[in-house]
């Protein structure tokens, strides 16, 4: 089979389907198990319907090992453009934290077998991410649980057990287990899409106007989820317009403002966050303006917390500061590449290959900037040469780069913009990307390209 391979590359050819998955296992557990659950909804690459089976079930071991166990999303505003909470951002375009992994292969193993889907889907434990503290910027998203479980329960049970009522216990208990914001903005959108008969729905809005009295004051978490009340709005029309009461809803959701507010708030905590919606729509909306006080923003009085969010913003100082004033002078190419421009391009890519850390800078805030330095040059290499040396330089740091097992998605989201198409070449970019990666990458990055997860 290596011999195989080997040929198949040589000229050219990307490997079956059968070589990639023999070898996806050796990948991180994140990475191989989106190569798998690809592969295993993939009728056309994978016409055997047991073998999909397997691959599927299998990406969904493998995703709990994920080192990032939920997707992320920013809690803090406005965001540096350049620093870690964007890089975070843009490593969850990459989708291989847990959550998603296993969602996506609940989802594919129901267009195989449904029973088995909603096996897998009871496997998966109700997300409960870590508490979040003011110093943090990001906080996990668990939307994508909430969504499936809404699918399961339309799909995933018998005739029998829907008579049961087996999917409406199913979603009530993940409901009443929302004691988070981030839980409860999920929780809300989940209700308000719910399509069930009224009985069904009122038992999931009372679960919902339980959980929204129980949760504890959690600031980041309550500044990460601005949605609840946008979530809230068309759930309470929807209601008033059944002709069911909205009075014990829009008053657990006052309770759940107000308790917010009484606990420790962060420094950045916006002035009257989420009560303009209440105020001014929710209890308009509820027609219930009269029955349901205002929240007086003068009565709120929260303590606040001196912990700033840490997110690390890639500063220009010392090596880094020299490195882009240099590319800076790179930025206008000439049409042809005379003596002086291919060694002012060289000198430069001399520099960020031996650029080291400079102190108080973390491994991974390092590797984003130069890998990030590597990627901004590539538009200043406008003839094949040039360019086949930057490419085989950026191959070899990502190949080397600790970041690859330890940080998968930061690490793909470098190796996708290394089969970019960049600068004159265009297309011809990325064939030579693609060129040095089978001649200086390591099995990971072959994998990855004859897997198509490139750019």
Same mark, same amino acid.
Request: aromatic letters at 6%; hydrophobic letters at 40%; proline letters at 9%.
């Given at each position: 089979?290596?011999?195989?391979?080997?040929?198949?590359?040589?000229?050219?050819?990307?490997?079956?389907?059968?070589?990639?998955?023999?070898?996806?296992?050796?990948?991180?557990?994140?990475?191989?198990?989106?190569?798998?659950?690809?592969?295993?909804?993939?009728?056309?690459?994978?016409?055997?319907?047991?073998?999909?089976?397997?691959?599927?079930?299998?990406?969904?071991?493998?995703?709990?090992?994920?080192?990032?166990?939920?997707?992320?999303?920013?809690?803090?505003?406005?965001?540096?453009?350049?620093?870690?909470?964007?890089?975070?951002?843009?490593?969850?375009?990459?989708?291989?934290?847990?959550?998603?992994?296993?969602?996506?292969?609940?989802?594919?193993?129901?267009?195989?077998?449904?029973?088995?889907?909603?096996?897998?889907?009871?496997?998966?434990?109700?997300?409960?991410?870590?508490?979040?503290?003011?110093?943090?910027?990001?906080?996990?998203?668990?939307?994508?649980?909430?969504?499936?479980?809404?699918?399961?329960?339309?799909?995933?049970?018998?005739?029998?057990?829907?008579?049961?009522?087996?999917?409406?216990?199913?979603?009530?208990?993940?409901?009443?287990?929302?004691?988070?914001?981030?839980?409860?903005?999920?929780?809300?959108?989940?209700?308000?899409?719910?399509?069930?008969?009224?009985?069904?729905?009122?038992?999931?809005?009372?679960?919902?106007?339980?959980?929204?009295?129980?949760?504890?004051?959690?600031?980041?978490?309550?500044?990460?989820?601005?949605?609840?009340?946008?979530?809230?709005? /068309? #759930?309470?029309?929807?209601? !008033?317009? %059944? *002709?069911?009461?909205?009075?014990? =809803?829009?008053? &657990?959701?006052?309770?759940? $403002?107000?308790?917010?507010?009484?606990?420790?708030?962060?420094?950045?905590?916006?002035?009257?966050?989420?009560?303009?919606?209440?105020?001014?729509?929710?209890?308009?909306?509820?027609?219930?303006?009269?029955?349901?006080?205002?929240?007086?923003?003068?009565?709120?009085?929260?303590?606040?917390?001196?912990?700033?969010?840490?997110?690390?913003?890639?500063?220009?100082?010392?090596?880094?500061?020299?490195?882009?004033?240099?590319?800076?002078?790179?930025?206008?190419?000439?049409?042809?590449?005379?003596?002086?421009?291919?060694?002012?391009?060289?000198?430069?890519?001399?520099?960020?290959?031996?650029?080291?850390?400079?102190?108080?800078?973390? /491994? #991974?805030?390092?590797?984003? !900037?130069? %890998? *990030?330095?590597?990627?901004?040059? =590539?538009?200043? &290499?406008?003839?094949?040469? $040039?360019?086949?040396?930057?490419?085989?330089?950026?191959?070899?740091?990502?190949?080397?780069?600790?970041?690859?097992?330890?940080?998968?998605?930061?690490?793909?989201?470098?190796?996708?913009?290394?089969?970019?198409?960049?600068?004159?070449?265009?297309?011809?970019?990325?064939?030579?990307?693609?060129?040095?990666?089978?001649?200086?990458?390591?099995?990971?990055?072959?994998?990855?390209?004859?897997?198509?997860?490139?750019?």
């Amino acid at each position: 089979m290596i011999a195989v391979v080997a040929l198949a590359l040589l000229l050219g050819d990307p490997p079956d389907p059968a070589s990639v998955l023999q070898r996806a296992p050796s990948a991180p557990p994140e990475i191989a198990a989106k190569i798998l659950v690809n592969f295993g909804a993939n009728a056309y690459k994978v016409p055997d319907r047991a073998r999909r089976i397997e691959l599927v079930e299998e990406a969904f071991r493998l995703a709990a090992l994920a080192r990032q166990p939920y997707p992320l999303a920013t809690a803090i505003w406005p965001v540096p453009p350049d620093s870690e909470a964007v890089r975070l951002l843009e490593a969850n375009q990459e989708r291989l934290d847990g959550l998603g992994l296993q969602v996506r292969a609940v989802q594919a193993m129901m267009a195989l077998d449904p029973r088995r889907a909603l096996e897998m889907a009871l496997r998966m434990p109700i997300p409960s991410p870590p508490r979040r503290t003011c110093k943090d910027s990001m906080i996990a998203r668990v939307e994508e649980y909430y969504g499936l479980a809404l699918q399961i329960a339309h799909r995933g049970f018998s005739t029998k057990e829907k008579a049961e009522g087996r999917p409406l216990q199913f979603l009530t208990g993940i409901v009443q287990a929302s004691t988070t914001p981030e839980q409860i903005q999920a929780a809300v959108a989940m209700v308000r899409t719910f399509k069930g008969s009224p009985e069904d729905t009122a038992a999931l809005v009372t679960a919902l106007t339980s959980a929204l009295t129980e949760t504890q004051p959690n600031s980041r978490g309550f500044i990460g989820t601005p949605a609840v009340g946008e979530e809230l709005a /068309p #759930l309470i029309r929807g209601l !008033r317009a %059944a *002709g069911r009461s909205t009075l014990p =809803l829009l008053e &657990a959701y006052r309770t759940y $403002l107000v308790t917010q507010w009484s606990g420790e708030a962060c420094s950045d905590l916006p002035e009257a966050h989420g009560l303009l919606i209440f105020n001014d729509t929710l209890r308009k909306d509820a027609g219930l303006e009269k029955e349901v006080p205002a929240i007086d923003t003068k009565n709120l009085k929260p303590k606040r917390s001196n912990d700033k969010p840490a997110n690390y913003v890639f500063g220009e100082e010392g090596e880094s500061r020299e490195i882009f004033k240099e590319m800076a002078g790179l930025r206008h190419p000439p049409e042809k590449a005379g003596p002086e421009w291919e060694s002012k391009f060289t000198a430069l890519l001399h520099r960020i290959e031996a650029w080291q850390p400079e102190d108080g800078v973390t /491994p #991974l805030a390092h590797f984003h !900037r130069k %890998a *990030g330095a590597f990627r901004d040059l =590539l538009p200043a &290499a406008i003839s094949e040469p $040039l360019l086949e040396t930057l490419q085989s330089a950026f191959c070899t740091y990502l190949r080397d780069a600790p970041a690859k097992t330890e940080s998968p998605a930061e690490w793909m989201i470098h190796f996708r913009r290394m089969t970019m198409p960049w600068g004159p070449l265009g297309a011809r970019s990325v064939e030579i990307a693609k060129r040095e990666i089978r001649r200086g990458g390591d099995g990971l990055m072959n994998l990855l390209v004859d897997a198509g997860e490139t750019f």
